[in-house]
T-cell receptor
Framework: EAQVTQNPRYLITVTGKKLTVTCSQN?????MSWYRQDPGLGLRQIYY???????DKGDVPEGYKVSRKEKRNFPLILESPSPNQTSLYFC??????????????FGEGSRLTVL | RKEVEQDPGPFNVPEGATVAFNCTYS??????FFWYRQDCRKEPKLLMS???SGNEDGRFTAQLNRASQYISLLIRDSKLSDSATYLC?????????????FGRGTQLTVWP
């Protein structure tokens, strides 16, 4: 089954404890991206990657890192989480970069709470 | 100024009503526009693209007004199942997927 898988789905952690949210897709998609969703602010792009070893900042990259060493994986790293990073995180992928037709395949989301 | 501004809602309408949402964008060079739907606590899913000449998909009509830099979504004959949050999406680099901007979303509730 074609899917984008995020882990963990739910996490409660403490300030400063490094964590990684993994994202994996099995559709051989070139494009992958991370978003956070907060009430009243909507979805905001954190980082995106147009292919292996190619990443770029989105709207709100501060406090996050990413890497794209393989096509299928795009982990989101919070080196020193802070309470303002409490949010719902989505990973998404797409099969095409040029002439994009609009379909992003989203994971089910990861709800992160930083105490 | 935010790249994409969207009607805040919420919209509460009876079944059968017609409802319209607007979304304005600030970058006049933007070329690609889409509407997504997000059900409560779920991931967003593509509803439809927005073409320059306007396009229809069943009860849904999307339109683009480049002069005024806004896109719209019209839902006719609303169903209970249309209750969701509707997000507009703007691509800032022609039709090449890169940086994306989502509106904050407009919440729609259709009541019986």
């Amino acid at each position: 089954e074609a899917q984008v898988t995020q882990n963990p789905r739910y996490l409660i952690t403490v300030t400063g404890k490094k964590l990684t949210v993994t994202c994996s897709q099995n559709m051989n998609h070139e494009y992958m991206s991370w978003y956070r969703q907060d009430p009243g602010l909507g979805l905001r792009q954190i980082y995106y990657s147009m292919n292996v070893e190619v990443t770029d900042k989105g709207d709100v990259p501060e406090g996050y890192k990413v890497s794209r060493k393989e096509k299928r994986n795009f982990p989101l790293i919070l080196e020193s989480p802070s309470p303002n990073q409490t949010s719902l995180y989505f990973c998404a992928s797409s099969f095409r970069v040029a002439g994009w037709t609009g379909e992003l395949f989203f994971g089910e989301g990861s709800r992160l709470t930083v105490l | 100024r935010k790249e994409v501004e969207q009607d805040p809602g919420p919209f509460n309408v009876p079944e059968g009503a017609t409802v319209a949402f607007n979304c304005t964008y600030s970058n006049s060079a933007s070329q690609s526009f889409f509407w997504y739907r997000q059900d409560c606590r779920k991931e967003p899913k593509l509803l439809m693209s927005v073409y320059s000449s306007g396009n229809e998909d069943g009860r849904f009509t999307a339109q683009l007004n480049r002069a005024s830099q806004y896109i719209s979504l019209l839902i006719r004959d609303s169903k209970l199942s249309d209750s969701a949050t509707y997000l507009c999406v703007v691509v800032d680099r022609g039709s090449t997927l890169g940086r994306l901007y989502f509106g904050r979303g407009t919440q729609l509730t259709v009541w019986p």
